[in-house]
């Protein structure tokens, strides 16, 4: 009934306020949803190794005086055959698209940590930034962590943003000689092409060009197009043959290397779309974390942990529905939800032996719960297979 409250209720504007909607694309697995709870504060997406996580968009809300943040956390680009093998509603196939419509700023993330799929953006990135090529564009490069060879980062880098970012021209020195930590350091120091008005307090990016060009690796040389400042001139449309013979997007306007999962360099990134907020009236109220409902928070991360421990394909075909939700009388949230599963053997997968799985399951999802709700949370799980 809270949440319900705050989301009906007109916002708490401030004198002069500002907005920003931030659409997060990328592959599946890609890391949208943990990138998006690092930026909330609070886990309110549900994550997991699986792909296909978060099943339709969701907004997430940063209030920050007199800023507002609304990330708009979206399914991963998939396409119809994939969403037929794993199950998936037509929405999985168009949020993404309706999230691009709204927003006002763009990131693609990509796991760094793939090498099959690192150094090229994926056929339905590519389309989704093609139809909208009038909204600016961030590359962000997530799990820079898990990678042992940090000197990697400046070519995937380059072929991601085909050479250029924010109308300049990128090119990879020849020589880099530094040791593997130096080169870990230089490689998460690359500098966009932008205005010295638009670098970002504290951020490893907002160094001196001089320093920038002799220790990142990258030189900026001459303007591509006449860009400049990548605000001159908007980037054209690129027809499906264009994209054919692209690995990369030659628009986005700036480059950021972090890992999500450990939160490092998530508040750089954090203080550079506070800075690319415009004046604009807030959507909700300053308490409001998210605009789903507790109980499609519930859904997510209880099937978060039933996507976690079921194998392949099988956490794919469970249906959750929820049978009781009130709160006890030392004001612990009591939920019961069931689980069905198609077959007796899923059943027996679910539960696990001694019932050690779907216990597993619910002792998770109830800490997840009461981080998320700040409340003690009572979780009950049953299973059955589906009449």
Not at 311 to 338: A, D, F, K, M, R
Request: proline share 6%; charged share 25%; hydrophobic share 35%.
């Amino acid at each position: 009934e809270e949440q319900k409250r705050l989301l009906q209720n007109r916002p708490d504007q401030p004198r002069r306020p500002k907005v920003l909607r931030i659409a997060i694309i990328g592959a599946p697995n890609a890391g949208k949803s943990t990138l998006s709870n690092q930026l909330v504060g609070r886990k309110v997406f549900p994550v997991s190794r699986k792909v296909h996580t978060t099943r339709c968009k969701a907004w997430g809300v940063i209030t920050h005086e007199d800023t507002q943040l609304i990330i708009l956390d979206t399914p991963g680009l998939t396409n119809p055959l994939k969403a037929k093998r794993h199950n998936l509603d037509e929405a999985m196939l168009t949020d993404p698209w309706d999230s691009m419509k709204h927003a006002d700023l763009v990131l693609v993330l990509v796991d760094v940590s793939d090498h099959w799929t690192r150094n090229s953006l994926s056929r339905e990135v590519l389309k989704c930034l093609s139809q909208f090529p009038h909204i600016p564009s961030v590359l962000v490069l997530n799990k820079v962590d898990v990678l042992k060879k940090k000197v990697l980062l400046l070519e995937i880098a380059t072929d991601l943003t085909e050479g250029i970012v924010n109308g300049k021209k990128l090119e990879v020195k020849s020589a880099l000689k530094q040791d593997s930590r130096s080169s870990a350091e230089t490689a998460l120091h690359v500098t966009q092409a932008s205005p010295p008005e638009r670098k970002v307090p504290g951020s490893p990016f907002g160094q001196a060009k001089n320093q920038a060009q002799e220790g990142s690796g990258l030189d900026k040389s001459s303007d591509v197009g006449g860009a400049g400042t990548g605000e001159a001139q908007g980037p054209k449309h690129h027809g499906a043959k264009d994209l054919r013979d692209m690995k990369g997007w030659p628009h986005f306007q700036e480059i950021f290397m972090l890992a999500a999962l450990r939160g490092e360099e998530v508040d750089t990134l954090k203080r550079y779309l506070l800075m690319q907020a415009k004046p604009g009236p807030w959507e909700f109220h300053s308490d409001v974390l998210t605009n789903q409902s507790p109980q499609e928070i519930c859904d997510n991360i209880v099937r978060e942990k039933v996507l976690e421990y079921l194998p392949l394909e099988v956490p794919y075909g469970v249906t959750q529905v929820t049978e009781l939700w009130e709160e006890g009388e030392c004001g612990e949230l009591l939920i019961v939800q069931s689980l069905l599963v198609p077959r007796e053997s899923h059943k027996r997968m679910l539960i696990g032996r001694g019932g050690k799985v779907i216990s597993r399951i619910a002792r998770e999802a109830g800490q997840d719960l009461m981080n998320a709700f700040l409340c003690d949370v009572r979780l009950k799980l049953k299973v059955e297979v589906k009449s």
